[in-house]
């Protein structure tokens, strides 16, 4: 490790150094008195050797400190790694290497805004240790946990088939394995979409370079001017293991659809089961209930955490809406920038009917969907105790239940009425996590 000091510009007393650590990063220092008030320009250039001798640019930057009536102290951090490719074999060490030196090119040039300037040059030697796992694949980024340990993490989001290739692992070497299926779509007429299955598996040992893997997609929703079930969810696939679409939601009068998670049933004037859920991968649809006959509330679709609500009313009064189930919370272990923030598999509202006499509806009510990306149902519209010619959303796009959030699999939302279309459910998800050293 070299240290070099030197002052630039008399006049202003700046005082720098730079100190490349043998490792992954630079520090490069700036500190100093201002007597002049000057103030200061501060660029950057980088440039790394290759295994053949020849220097690449990774890194320019130019940062300027305006504040001339304070002192100059600060420190800029460059991590060397993230600029350079996990691909590019030219830099990093190979996988019988444990770790590869290569030579760093620094130039850092100030200058002061009364013209004076300097240029220093410096070539450091800095050593790069890979990670006894790395891979390609997906989209890639690093989440540090509360633990402060880091993993890598590769999200696989876009529909279709994929394949995971390990460059480099050892006996030792294990990932986690999430894998959502495809969310069922919402009924026309009513029942919210499962949610598809979800399967996590930890500390799973990897024993070969290449992994292949589907993610599925989500149901459509049922076309609005039909009483029409919604799609079931495509499956999701990592190796062996298989994550079931979510069941579609159920029309009037019909049981939701079995899935990885139960589609929400249609209503009747007697109960009407949702869709079953798989045991291990989702839960149950709500059911749907009317004792009346007289209004109408679909069941919502079952999610990965619990199972979704029934949608119950009696004598003309709404007893209870059919929520989508909840998902499962993932944030602790792969952030919140996938998924719903991090939640997963939540499943969609169930849709609502109104009638002359509903006396407990409001404009604007709604069927939530589940946390995890579920869809709400369509909106409740026509006021209080509304008339029979303003069912709710009969020709309104308000009534038309809500999509799901994609890479999710959360279910769709049921549509209102016959008139109203169902939400499409949410495509699935693969995300593989591994820890760093």
């Given at each position: 490790?070299?240290?070099?000091?030197?002052?630039?510009g008399?006049?202003?007393?700046?005082i720098?150094?730079?100190?490349?650590?043998?490792?992954?990063?630079?520090?490069?220092?700036?500190?100093?008195?201002?007597?002049?008030?000057?103030?200061?320009?501060?660029?950057?250039?980088?440039?790394?050797?290759?295994?053949s001798?020849?220097?690449?640019?990774?890194?320019?930057?130019?940062?300027?400190?305006?504040?001339?009536?304070?002192?100059?102290?600060?420190?800029?951090?460059?991590?060397?790694?993230?600029?350079?490719?996990?691909d590019?074999?030219?830099?990093?060490?190979?996988?019988?290497?444990?770790?590869?030196?290569?030579?760093?090119d620094i130039?850092?040039?100030?200058?002061?805004?009364n013209?004076?300037?300097?240029?220093?040059?410096?070539?450091?030697?800095?050593?790069?240790?890979?990670?006894?796992?790395?891979?390609?694949?997906?989209?890639?980024?690093?989440?540090?946990?509360?633990?402060?340990?880091?993993?890598?993490?590769?999200?696989f989001?876009?529909?279709?088939?994929?394949?995971?290739?390990?460059?480099?692992?050892?006996?030792?070497?294990?990932?986690?394995?999430?894998?959502?299926?495809?969310?069922?779509?919402?009924?026309?007429?009513?029942?919210?979409?499962?949610?598809g299955?979800?399967?996590?598996?930890?500390?799973?040992?990897?024993?070969?370079?290449?992994?292949?893997?589907?993610?599925?997609?989500?149901?459509?929703?049922?076309?609005?001017?039909?009483?029409?079930?919604?799609?079931?969810?495509?499956?999701?696939?990592?190796?062996?293991?298989n994550?079931?679409?979510?069941?579609?939601?159920?029309?009037?009068?019909?049981?939701?659809?079995?899935?990885?998670?139960?589609?929400?049933?249609?209503?009747?004037?007697?109960?009407?089961?949702?869709?079953?859920?798989?045991?291990?991968?989702?839960?149950?649809?709500?059911g749907?209930?009317?004792?009346?006959?007289?209004?109408g509330?679909?069941?919502?679709?079952g999610?990965?955490?619990?199972?979704?609500?029934?949608?119950?009313?009696?004598?003309?009064?709404?007893?209870?809406?059919?929520?989508?189930?909840?998902?499962?919370?993932?944030?602790?272990?792969?952030?919140?920038?996938?998924?719903?923030?991090?939640?997963?598999?939540?499943?969609?509202?169930?849709?609502?009917?109104?009638?002359?006499?509903?006396?407990?509806?409001?404009?604007?009510?709604?069927?939530?969907?589940?946390?995890?990306?579920?869809?709400?149902?369509?909106?409740?519209?026509?006021?209080?105790?509304?008339?029979?010619?303003?069912?709710?959303?009969?020709?309104?796009?308000?009534?038309?239940?809500?999509?799901?959030?994609?890479?999710?699999?959360?279910?769709?939302?049921?549509?209102?009425?016959?008139?109203?279309?169902?939400?499409?459910?949410?495509?699935?998800?693969?995300?593989?996590?591994?820890?760093?050293?």
């Amino acid at each position: 490790m070299s240290t070099s000091s030197g002052i630039i510009g008399a006049q202003a007393g700046l005082i720098y150094y730079s100190n490349p650590s043998i490792a992954t990063s630079i520090n490069i220092s700036l500190s100093g008195i201002n007597s002049n008030n000057l103030e200061l320009t501060t660029k950057y250039n980088i440039k790394f050797c290759d295994i053949s001798d020849s220097y690449t640019q990774i890194y320019s930057d130019t940062r300027t400190i305006s504040d001339t009536t304070q002192d100059i102290n600060f420190t800029s951090q460059i991590d060397v790694l993230s600029h350079v490719s996990f691909d590019d074999s030219d830099f990093l060490p190979s996988n019988s290497e444990t770790s590869r030196t290569r030579k760093l090119d620094i130039e850092v040039i100030f200058e002061l805004s009364n013209g004076i300037s300097d240029t220093v040059k410096g070539s450091f030697d800095v050593t790069i240790q890979t990670p006894s796992i790395n891979a390609t694949g997906g989209e890639s980024y690093k989440f540090t946990d509360e633990n402060d340990i880091t993993y890598r993490i590769h999200a696989f989001n876009t529909i279709g088939e994929h394949t995971i290739e390990f460059n480099k692992y050892d006996s030792q070497s294990s990932m986690d394995v999430l894998v959502v299926g495809g969310g069922g779509g919402g009924a026309s007429h009513r029942g919210g979409g499962g949610a598809g299955g979800l399967i996590f598996n930890e500390n799973i040992n990897i024993n070969q370079n290449q992994y292949s893997l589907t993610v599925g997609d989500g149901g459509m929703g049922a076309d609005s001017g039909q009483t029409e079930y919604g799609s079931d969810g495509d499956n999701s696939v990592f190796d062996s293991w298989n994550a079931i679409g979510g069941g579609g939601g159920a029309p009037y009068g019909n049981k939701g659809r079995d899935g990885g998670s139960g589609g929400g049933s249609g209503t009747e004037s007697q109960i009407g089961d949702g869709g079953s859920g798989i045991s291990g991968q989702g839960n149950d649809g709500g059911g749907a209930n009317d004792n009346s006959g007289r209004s109408g509330l679909a069941g919502g679709g079952g999610g990965a955490g619990s199972v979704g609500e029934d949608g119950l009313s009696s004598n003309g009064r709404i007893d209870n809406y059919g929520d989508g189930g909840i998902g499962l919370d993932f944030t602790d272990l792969f952030g919140t920038s996938v998924g719903d923030s991090g939640w997963f598999a939540g499943g969609g509202g169930g849709g609502l009917e109104g009638r002359t006499d509903i006396s407990n509806g409001s404009t604007g009510d709604y069927a939530k969907g589940g946390l995890g990306g579920g869809g709400n149902s369509g909106i409740l519209e026509g006021g209080d105790n509304m008339d029979v010619s303003d069912r709710p959303g009969q020709n309104s796009p308000k009534g038309d239940g809500e999509n799901a959030i994609s890479n999710t699999g959360g279910g769709g939302g049921g549509g209102n009425y016959d008139q109203c279309a169902g939400g499409k459910g949410g495509s699935g998800v693969i995300i593989i996590r591994y820890q760093l050293n």
